[in-house]
Each structure stands twice: as structure tokens, then as C-alpha cells.
């Protein structure tokens, strides 16, 4: 498992107090994290910017349990990923636009219920969001790891080799881990839909 050793010596001299270390941290990381958070919450930047500040204060105070095994920006966007998780349970709302697992017919149904037109009907309303609940709720329900090839892969664009790059394997195991992802992923969203139902709510699209 590789180290990042610029990362490491960072963590050391925050850890340590270095001012110059604090000013390097928010000047390298604020900028690509806000735009990580906006990525999931497009139509409130107030939010977004909320988010990213409460994720890169939390991660100073959880500095002594970072060990350079990833990147620190990936470290931060796993932190970040559950303060927007937070963030949106607090708000009673949820995220816009998804793209993940299009192989997956389950999932591809909610995919394109959600990038459909606006609803024109109440029902078909409620069916969008509850279909993006249901997303967000199976996404915070994976393996860390799982959820971060899906989001580097499916959300952010990265090709298998660039994700077998900062993983450090190859990339027919890259292939292989997201294909594990992406059925982990299907399954939990089936278990969801199963047991919602149409008796809490739930209609397939």
C-alpha cells in the first residue's frame, strides 16, 4: 500500500501547529473540495461552501488518525461525503443529479426518472425524490472503498486506469473491485426498494 509522504509530512506539521502548514492545507484542498461538494449540492452554494468548511475543520481535529495510505484530498472527500449526507438529512433534502451503475436496470430506472423533465404530476414528483433517497441512502450504506471507486469512476469521470493508478494495483483488479461495487451497490438498492414497497409509499417508476 503506497504512502503519500508529502501528505504525511503535512499531517505532521498541522499536527505540530504550523501556521504555514494550516495556510498550505486550505489553499491546496478548499477549492477542489467546494467544487467536490457542489457536485452534490448544485443549487445551494451557501450549502456547499457550509459543508466544505465543516468537513476541513472536522478533518483537522481527526488529523492524528490520517496515515498517508491515500491521498489526503481523497481522505477529506470521504469526510466530506458524510457531512453532506449530514447536511442533507438536517435539510430534509436530496441530491439532484446521479450518474452511477448504468449497467444496472434497477438502477438505471431511478437514473432516468431522476434526469427526466420535471414532473408535471404531484405523484410523479414524489416518485423522483424518493427514488434519489433511496440512492443516497444505498450509496452511505457501502464499503468506504466501494463508494469512492463508484464516485471516481461513475461521478467524477476517471478512467479504470486512473483509478488503478491511485489505488497502486492493476487495472484488471480495478475492473474486478468495481464490478463488485457496482453489485453491492445494486443490492442494497434492491433490498431498499423491496422493503419499502408499494404499502410505505414506494411505486417503481
Not at 420535471?118 to 463508494?147: N, T
Request: aromatic share 10%.
Amino acid at each position: 500500500m503506497p504512502v503519500y509522504l508529502d501528505d504525511k509530512r503535512l499531517a505532521r506539521q498541522l499536527l505540530a501547529g504550523d501556521a504555514r502548514a494550516f495556510d498550505q492545507f486550505f489553499d491546496d484542498n478548499f477549492a477542489r473540495l467546494y467544487r467536490f461538494a457542489m457536485a452534490r449540492l448544485s443549487d445551494d452554494p451557501e450549502g456547499a461552501r457550509d459543508v466544505v468548511q465543516t468537513a476541513m475543520t472536522r478533518a483537522l481535529r481527526k488529523m492524528h488518525t490520517y496515515r498517508a495510505e491515500s491521498a489526503m484530498f481523497t481522505w477529506l472527500c470521504a469526510i466530506c461525503r458524510n457531512e453532506i449526507s449530514d447536511w442533507l438529512s438536517r435539510q430534509g433534502r436530496y441530491k439532484d443529479h446521479i450518474v452511477l451503475v448504468e449497467d444496472v436496470p434497477e438502477v438505471q430506472a431511478a437514473i432516468d426518472s431522476i434526469q427526466a423533465p420535471a414532473a408535471d404530476s404531484p405523484e410523479r414528483y414524489y416518485q423522483r425524490v424518493e427514488a434519489l433517497r433511496l440512492i443516497q441512502v444505498a450509496l452511505d450504506r457501502l464499503p468506504a472503498r466501494y463508494g469512492d471507486v463508484l464516485e471516481w469512476k461513475y461521478v467524477e469521470g476517471h478512467s479504470v486506469k486512473e483509478i488503478a493508478a491511485r489505488l497502486n494495483i492493476g487495472t484488471e483488479a480495478t475492473q474486478s473491485l468495481l464490478a463488485r461495487a457496482k453489485r453491492a451497490f445494486a443490492d442494497v438498492y434492491r433490498t431498499l426498494t423491496k422493503a419499502l414497497g408499494p404499502e410505505n409509499g414506494w411505486v417503481e417508476s
